[in-house]
């Protein structure tokens, strides 16, 4: 039946503030309501969140990076590009660390850094709307869950309008979300104009423009800015024009109009790679971030845990509640007044086993 932990007089996040002091009981692999518990932990004067949900992770070195997701309280890592199948597969078998799901391998243009990187797979590489509808079957056959695009502003980089459309119409054919990586303000009109569901990044080129930002927010596009990542990107490159600010000011415009925000990192060790967030403990740096782009510490949390699992349809998670997945994080503070509490860590569940 599974060990009953019990975690006693512990604050919940509810995804809209803090329970009272409380005792939350795990049996098994899932949150469960009142039993006679075998462990007890002192909870009193901390604050117990579902694990985090890093809504953009790239899992290269393999289970190094989903134990270090995890030790930082990372319990779920949405994959936006990984290869071949057989990894992918290993990799969403791994007990006792964060859990993926995956993308597998994306959608790239011809000419863009991506399909530069050593090792990117040819299939990745469409260059028209029927080569487009190939690539979206391929990784229905795969088991990929979700499709990803590299949208850029025009060929030959990317891939054209009509090829970005047609992996979209492509994906939504199979009920499969698109999530388009978006680094420049021309490439987000192409991923507007293709109707993608979630857009990743912000971005550097220059503060994105209001019909763009309405247009989001009309079709209901969400975004995970990955500001952790812009920031690293800049700092690399500002002497080509590309300013932090612009993505952290493009984050604020999108949180006044009401755009979905999700957090992310892109955590990653990929050669060729512009910059590398380290996997787990970036995520706090993106907390941060988050809050200086303008959004309440409640909020972003909420897009660290419920709008992501609601986001992606991971409906097992995000929220402590009976008959949830046990992904939990205990921290010693209070995040939803001081975001760097999240840091203090003193313990971490994975569906119900406790790694920390």
Known sequence: MGTVTAIDGVRVFTGEGLTEPRRVYLKGTEISVEETPDVVVDGAGQVLLPGLIDSHVHTVLGRPDLQNLATWGVTTGMDMAAWPDSFVAEMRRQPGVAQIFSATTPAVGPGGNHAKMPGFPAEGIVTTPREAHAFVERRVADGADYIKIVTEAAPPEGMDQATVNAIVAAAHEHDLL??????????????????????THAPLDAVLDDETVRRMRDFGMVCSPTLTMMRGVADLRGAAGLKYEYARDTVTKFHEAGIRLLVGTDANSAPGAPFGPEHGESMHDELGLMVEAGLTPVEVLRGATTLTARTFGLDDRGVIEPGKRADLLLIDGDPTQDISATRAITGVWIAGERIR
Do not use: K
Request: hydrophobic share 55%.
């Open 178 to 199: 698109v999530v388009a990586h978006s680094i420049t303000t021309g490439a987000f009109h192409v991923a507007v104009e293709a109707g993608v569901d979630i857009s």
